[in-house]
C-alpha cells in the first residue's frame, strides 16, 4: 500500500468527534458545536476550531 495515498485519504476523513476535541483540547460539547455549525470535513473543523479558541479568554 502507497502511504502517500493512505495520508491523503486520511486528510479527507471526516473527524470523530473524540479525535477532533483531544487535538484542539476541547471539550466534548464544544467539538460537537463546532462539528455541528461548521462540518466534520478536517480543513473546516481545524479552521473552526482554531477560530474559536482564539476567542476563549484563560
Do not use: C, W
Amino acid at each position: 500500500m502507497n502511504d502517500k495515498n493512505n495520508e491523503t485519504s486520511e486528510v479527507q476523513q471526516p473527524y470523530e468527534l473524540f479525535t477532533f476535541a483531544r487535538k484542539h483540547g476541547l471539550p466534548l460539547d464544544s467539538a460537537r458545536e463546532i462539528v455541528e455549525r461548521f462540518g466534520a470535513d478536517r480543513a473546516g473543523a481545524d479552521a473552526a476550531a482554531t477560530l474559536a479558541k482564539s476567542h476563549i479568554r484563560t
